[in-house]
């Protein structure tokens, strides 16, 4: 008997649930997977050999070619990620931002930016973030999850797709799943007083149904992002607005920051790159000259 493929839709302490048709199973991995380096994640497409079909329990004995993987959020086999920051309570760290675009650049996997808490901006900072970041190229949107503006036309985007939600605590992430299920699914944080982020609810990642083809991952929140396997001097090809000036560069191997006639630096003074997205390449291309080489 051939081993059913099913879908991995949650992973908690060494368990993996699988959807299998109508039903879903608790699964453990076989010990093969961590001779080989393999982690089974959320989003997986695998195959299990059923142990009880009653108690609906088995085994992920084999996972499937993945289209992409994340790692932060850790999952795979997405079309595109949603990043939801809010406009305030807490402000958003464009910097952290930035690094994590960084990350989807390099894997090639489309995004929609949405600044979170409309409702609250009473000072017009969302449309100076939009502004900087469709300057840049992207799909950047102001939403609020408390009163469902925008919801429609974010719906749309999400039709036929499987999404990663990604996000710092505290922007909002819980409420916007549930109102994208149009149920609760997702239990939303408390906002601590002491630092002005949500408590990180959301312990793991999950697959939620939206309707019969449109999926979203529910992801935990973080506030920190590093950039793994990404170089100093790569690290201009994932700044998209940058690749038009590049070439107007006097130097081959121009880093952007200290050479003279450096077409990028001209394109921020003249207004056409956001000076912000600027000082936070600036900022993570000295981290990478800082990071130690093994």
């Not at 393999?38 to 059923?50: A, E, M, N, S, T």
């Not at 958003?92 to 979170?116: G, H, Q, T, W, Y």
């Not at 299920?181 to 906002?191: F, H, N």
């Not at 003074?269 to 000076?275: A, D, P, Q, V």
Request: a negative charge; proline letters at 4%; charged letters at 30%.
């Amino acid at each position: 008997m051939n081993s059913p493929c099913g879908k991995i839709i949650r992973g908690v302490g060494g368990f993996y649930y699988v959807a299998l048709g109508n039903n879903i199973y608790e699964c453990r991995a076989k010990g093969a997977f961590r001779k080989e380096g393999l982690k089974p994640l959320v989003g997986d497409d695998c195959r299990i050999d059923i142990i009880d079909p009653e108690k609906k329990t088995g085994n992920v004995v084999d996972i499937l070619p993945r289209r992409n993987c994340l790692f932060r959020p850790e999952v795979s086999n997405t079309d595109q990620v949603l990043i939801i920051f809010a406009v305030k309570d807490p402000d958003p760290s464009l910097n952290l931002l930035d690094r994590f675009l960084v990350n989807l650049e390099k894997e090639n996997i489309p995004c929609i930016i949405a600044f979170n808490k409309e409702d609250i901006d009473t000072s017009g900072a969302g449309e100076e973030y939009i502004s900087v970041y469709k300057t840049a190229g992207y799909d950047a949107r102001l939403i609020s999850a408390h009163e469902g503006d925008g919801f429609d036309k974010l719906m749309e985007s999400l039709a036929g797709k499987t999404t990663a939600l990604a996000g710092p605590s505290g922007a909002g992430k819980s409420t916007t799943i549930n109102r994208l299920c149009g149920r609760q699914v997702s239990v939303a944080g408390e906002i601590s007083e002491k630092i002005g982020r949500g408590k990180n609810t959301t312990r793991h990642s999950e697959l939620f149904m939206i309707s019969e083809d449109t999926y979203i991952f529910d992801t935990p929140g973080f506030t920190s992002f590093e950039n793994r396997d990404v170089t100093k001097e790569d690290l201009w090809k994932y700044y998209p607005e940058f690749a038009d000036h590049e070439k107007n560069c006097r130097f081959s191997g121009c880093s952007h920051i200290s050479e003279p006639d450096c077409g990028i630096k001209q394109a921020v003074s003249s207004g056409l790159i956001s000076s912000v997205r600027y000082e936070n390449y600036v900022k993570i291309y000295e981290e990478l000259s800082l990071r130690k080489k093994y």
